[in-house]
């Protein structure tokens, strides 16, 4: 069995799409484009820098965080979800989940003030281009070189064509 990212289609021609998934008709070559579209290539290496980037940084600055004050467990939850989240878009799973949640973190820490230790503190331009990275992953998603692509990455489905029937 091929690879997720396989591209396994018989030998022919059309291709049809239903609801944006690419079908092909049995007998024929699908020539349509991605059920989902991870970019590959430089813009996959520059998904994989970003996302390297945003989640050791943020991994890092949740962990410092964690280590440097006295914060009871209820305070330290939201910095270890953070710790958890940076990990996770660094390796390139639930991308999406985790941007979202970075970048609400971020978010908080430019809402709340300065005594509240809910969320790692940072200064204000450090949050800002933390939240915009977090957005721009979220939007870009995680690109080729990821778990997620691995895992949800292209498929296509086959329909048999109507006369070819194994059934009498």
Known sequence: ????LARVTPDAAPAASI?????AVAGHTSRSGRVLNYPGHWA???LLLLRGTVGITVAMQAWLAIASTNAD???AVPAAALVVCGVALTVGIFTPVCSTLVGLG???VLLMPPGAAVVPRLDGAAAIVGLAAAVALGLLGPGTFSIDARLFGRREIFIPAKGNSDQS
């Open 19 to 23: 609801n944006g998934v690419s079908c």
């Open 44 to 46: 996959g290496l520059g």
């Open 1 to 4: 069995m091929p690879g997720p």
């Open 73 to 75: 467990l209820l305070g």
């Open 106 to 108: 971020y978010a908080l």
